[in-house]
């Protein structure tokens, strides 16, 4: 789609030619002067049908963007294991200013904290701000099939090594994008004793103004307690045996003779 900006010349089904006096790209709204009109119309990208002069529509994307690609490189990864590459994983986990998330996709033993790296296949949410791509010669805002074939062609001899079952975690990781695709994505990290993980799978939206959910109690992948120290064992176990004592109903009566 060609760029827009003051001095561009629209065309609108109702007004004919104008040309345009302002752009806002974060709400969508431009201001346009038609013929020998004095005064400027406002006008929405989103409803409002605007064109370039020769007819090309200007789309204005009513959701907001993604700020981080963690949803997307989901529904990679779910397509690639319903493609036979079950030995392809997805870690991401939080930058310790906490204000984006880094990722990093990684095959053969599924050993999440022993990961092994290669080259082009991580990145981080604070780089896909600037330029939203993965790094494996996709094109922003490419669907989930251009990603999956940008990213064979990217390193065929990599995804070779995902081929092979995985049935438990394929089976966990298609529930968890069924609830959380296309606007949120998992989180996981280190458990450590001064930032312990919850009880249950950390969630965050993918885009702004989405509320967090915090009422999904989604399982951790399978293997992942393996990481964990006795002490962080111990502490999950105590987390899951807390039983609370002021939500007994009232009508609950208790017997206190023996």
Excluded at 206 to 221: F, G, W
Aim: with cysteine.
């Amino acid at each position: 789609m060609k760029p827009i900006a003051p001095g561009t010349v629209i065309f609108h089904r109702h007004r004919g030619y104008g040309v345009l006096t302002s752009v806002n790209l974060l709400t969508g709204w431009v201001a346009a002067r038609f013929g020998d009109e004095s005064r400027t119309l406002d006008l929405n990208l989103s409803t409002d049908d605007v064109q370039h002069a020769d007819g090309e529509a200007i789309l204005f994307r009513r959701q907001p963007p993604e700020r981080m690609p963690h949803a997307r490189l989901m529904a990679m990864v779910r397509d690639l294991h319903q493609a036979g590459y079950q030995k392809l994983y997805l870690y991401s986990w939080p930058k310790p200013s906490g204000l984006h998330w880094r990722w990093q996709l990684f095959t053969g033993p599924r050993q999440w904290m022993q990961r092994p790296w290669r080259e082009g296949w991580y990145g981080s949410g604070a780089d896909y701000n600037f330029n939203p791509v993965m790094g494996w010669g996709d094109a922003p805002g490419a669907s989930t099939t251009e990603l999956v074939d940008a990213f064979a062609r990217f390193d065929p001899a990599g995804l070779a090594q995902a081929l092979g079952r995985d049935e438990d975690h394929t089976i966990w990781f298609a529930q968890i994008c069924e609830v959380l695709l296309p606007d949120y994505a998992y989180s996981l990290g280190a458990d450590t004793p001064d930032n312990p993980l919850p009880l249950y799978l950390p969630t965050m939206p993918v885009r702004q103004r989405l509320p967090e959910r915090a009422d999904l109690r989604l399982s951790y992948p399978p293997g992942w307690e393996q990481t964990w120290s006795a002490d962080s064992l111990s502490r999950r176990h105590q987390m899951r045996a807390m039983v609370r004592h002021d939500v007994i109903p009232s009508s609950f009566n208790l017997s206190l003779t023996p």
